[in-house]
Nanobody, 131 residues
Framework: QGQLVESGGGSVQAGGSLRLSCTASEVSPSTACMGWFRQIPGNQYLGVAAAYTAAGTGGATYYNAALKDRFTISQGNAKNTVYLELNNLKPEDTAMYYC?????????????????????WGQGTQVTVSS
């Protein structure tokens, strides 16, 4: 059974930055898309960003249009590692951030922002931004 482990969350003031990390282990060999969601009020999940990881570090990336100017997803040298750089953080970015992983269609099928597209979820890492 696969496992995703996130790290890097914390508390910062508005305008600050954080770098979230996620490493997947024992996931299916067909895993080719990794990304991040955050939980929003109403127990909903907002797609933040995703990366097609099967192509190496230069794979396609996908972003929530409202966040792409401040957030950057990247892939580590290891296939199953992704990072999320959070810059110019705002209080409304406060949330639990979850790393996700799934098959290629989760990215390439245009449904990366749909939580059901991913079959692996991490436990989450909390980001708190104070004004």
């Amino acid at each position: 059974q696969g496992q995703l482990v996130e790290s890097g969350g914390g508390s910062v003031q508005a305008g600050g930055s954080l770098r979230l990390s996620c490493t997947a282990s024992e996931v299916s060999p067909s895993t080719a898309c990794m990304g991040w969601f955050r939980q929003i009020p109403g127990n909903q999940y907002l797609g933040v960003a995703a990366a097609y990881t099967a192509a190496g570090t230069g794979g396609a990336t996908y972003y929530n249009a409202a966040l792409k100017d401040r957030f950057t997803i990247s892939q580590g040298n290891a296939k199953n590692t992704v990072y999320l750089e959070l810059n110019n953080l705002k209080p409304e970015d406060t949330a639990m951030y979850y790393c996700v992983a799934g098959r290629a269609f989760a990215c390439r099928g245009g449904s990366w922002y749909v939580k059901e597209s991913f079959n692996y979820w991490g436990q989450g890492t909390q980001v708190t931004v104070s004004s």
